[in-house]
């Protein structure tokens, strides 16, 4: 067994310990850590690995947890059954965004903005149609059985994190050595260089989007079940896009622990200025003081280290 | 093996190729030169379906090709270079050289052993580990030739892959093209470097604002006073023949 995936094996086995030991609280900040790194790698795995950057991944989220959630309140399907519809919805989403900008040619910050449109375009519609009741938000009943994937205990909501998490890093983890993924990694690098060497970029880089909206939207479903409740600023609001985008940047883009490192760092800060904010008076006024941090924060690795704080760990390439 | 007729390419006035026809027969270097700015890449570049042409058509292997998308034409079994060095940076020789294999192969192993096997061809058995962004001009230059030769063509579009060598490396990588050559694949390449060209190519194409106004051996070439005129200069022509 190789040092690394000793290393993994400890994790993981740390972090299914983690829930026995840990009181509620520190359970449910353990749940948003894993939740956030999911719905991270669902973009690092097109912004990151495919370089497709995207500022309104959260169109996939909202997609998801709206499907999810319609068709349980007003159609009654149970949430199990509607979740692999909601991925299903995602990836149609993604498909179809994918299709129409790489069809008129958009790259780089062009497909950024295109993005944010959409995500924008989908909150306001959220808010105006009737089946998603507008504004007013969804509310899922509360029955807490494990059949309505609604638990009593945080643990179970917390396996289920972990478990989207594990499976979004073997996801990563097989698209770095997979024709797929090099594929990707040869868009980002050089779109003309790939298109010379035989890639179809058009079509991978609809795929690509395609698996990524539908484990966004996974993760949206996920997120409507925990809370019971979803509106249109929740479902589709920029700061989703934001948080995905930002983990995976602080972590790494492009890397398999990006988003799970940029996670834990950021749900780090997260808590630690919660606390400073409430022992020093001083910074009572800052709120939130995590954002000012996460701008620093944000600085500072785009300038210093490009490549996450992956990028730490990471052995320097040899140089001839 | 490859029919170029009357192809034209127009970038808003300018006429950056007007109705060029070239032939490429099966086991031929044929080389493609003329004076800076004179639509040879661009010629390369309608050639290998990444500029639509206006008019006139291409045809590989006996089938219309004209205006396929790039990896259908690389599909077909030609694929290009460019002169303007494309190496992906962040990932290593070998994984650059995967891509190309990638092309006829699902199979990561098959496609690294591939991989590995060209790097032996082109010389860079000993970088397989650098990162593409650490390469020199020379190594570039090379890498381009691997990732080309990974997909497996019949016919190899080379662009200036001489340019800023020096005689040494323009010494090195001739003898490699030969090679590529001798194990069967066709080469049509653009050149500046005219010591490369009349080394290498049994026939040659000048290409001169946007127009083919000769076609023959290096040699004769070199005589034509065309060609002579618009491209090489007198003193050029003189050390040609000299």
Redesign the interface.
């Known amino acids: 067994m190789s040092r690394q995936a000793l290393l993994c094996a400890l994790g993981l086995a740390a972090a299914v310990i983690y829930p026995l030991v840990a009181p509620n609280y520190l359970i449910n900040i353990g749940m948003m850590v894993f939740f956030v790194a999911f719905i991270g790698q669902s973009w690092n795995i097109a912004g990151g690995f495919a370089g497709q950057t995207s500022f309104g991944h959260v169109v996939f989220f909202g997609t998801g947890a709206y499907t999810s959630t319609i068709l349980q309140v007003t159609y009654g399907w149970n949430p199990w059954l509607a979740w692999p519809a909601a991925m299903l919805a995602g990836g149609i989403v993604g498909w179809v965004i994918a299709f129409l900008s790489f069809r008129a040619g958009l790259r780089g910050s062009y497909f950024a903005l295109i993005t944010l449109a959409f995500a924008e375009v989908f909150r306001i519609l959220a808010n105006s149609v009737p089946f998603t009741r507008g504004g007013l938000g969804m509310l899922i009943k509360a029955d807490q059985r494990p059949i309505n994937f609604q638990f009593k205990e945080p643990i179970w909501i917390y396996y289920i994190a972990l478990a989207l998490c594990v499976i979004s890093l073997l996801i990563a983890w097989q698209l770095t050595?997979?024709?797929f993924g090099?594929?990707l990694?040869?868009i980002r690098?050089?779109e003309?260089?790939?298109?010379?060497?035989?890639?179809?970029?058009f079509a991978e880089k609809v795929k690509v989007l395609t698996l990524s909206g539908a484990m966004c939207a996974a993760g949206g479903t996920f997120y409507a079940q925990k809370y019971l409740y979803i509106d249109p600023s929740i479902a589709f609001g920029v700061d989703k896009s934001v948080e995905m985008l930002l983990v995976s940047m602080v972590g790494g883009a492009g890397t398999i622990f990006g988003p799970l490192i940029g996670s834990v760092a950021l749900t780090a800060i997260n808590e630690i200025t919660r606390w400073l904010a409430s022992v020093v008076p001083a910074l009572k006024n800052v709120q939130p003081l995590s954002l000012v941090v996460y701008g620093i924060m944000l600085v500072l690795i785009v300038a210093r280290l490009p490549d996450g704080l992956m990028g730490l760990f990471r052995r320097k390439?040899?140089?001839? | 093996m490859l029919e170029v007729r009357e192809l034209s390419k127009s970038f808003g006035g300018l006429k950056a190729v007007d109705q060029a026809s070239l032939d490429v027969r099966q086991g031929e270097i044929v080389g493609l030169i003329g004076p800076n700015g004179a639509g040879k890449t661009t010629l390369f570049a309608a050639i290998a379906g990444f500029h639509a042409p206006d008019a006139g058509h291409v045809a590989f292997e006996g089938k219309d090709i004209t205006g396929l998308a790039p990896h259908r034409i690389c599909a077909a079994g030609m694929v290009r270079t460019f002169q303007i060095t494309q190496p992906f940076a962040k990932i290593s020789v070998r994984e650059n050289i995967m891509v190309g294999a990638y092309f006829r192969t699902a199979d990561r192993k098959l496609a690294e052993r591939e991989a590995e096997a060209v790097a032996g061809i082109v010389g860079m058995a000993g970088q397989l580990d650098q990162m593409g962004a650490d390469l020199t001009v020379a190594g570039r230059k090379r890498l381009e030739l691997a990732r080309a030769l990974a997909t497996g063509p019949r016919l190899l579009l080379l662009d200036e892959v001489m340019a800023g060598l020096n005689p040494t490396e323009i010494t090195e990588i001739v003898q490699v093209i030969r090679e590529i050559r001798n194990s069967g694949i066709t080469i049509l390449l653009i050149e500046h470097v005219m010591q490369a060209v009349t080394s290498l190519a049994e026939r040659v194409y000048v290409l001169n604002q946007g127009r083919m106004i000769a076609e023959g051996t290096p040699a004769a070439i070199a005589e034509n006073a065309q060609v002579v005129e618009a491209y090489l200069g007198h003193g050029a022509a003189k050390v040609l023949r000299a």
Request: proline letters at 4%; hydrophobic letters at 45%.
């Open positions: 050595r997979n024709r090099a594929r990694v040869a690098e050089n003309d260089a790939a298109r010379a060497l035989g890639i179809d970029v390439p040899r140089h001839a």
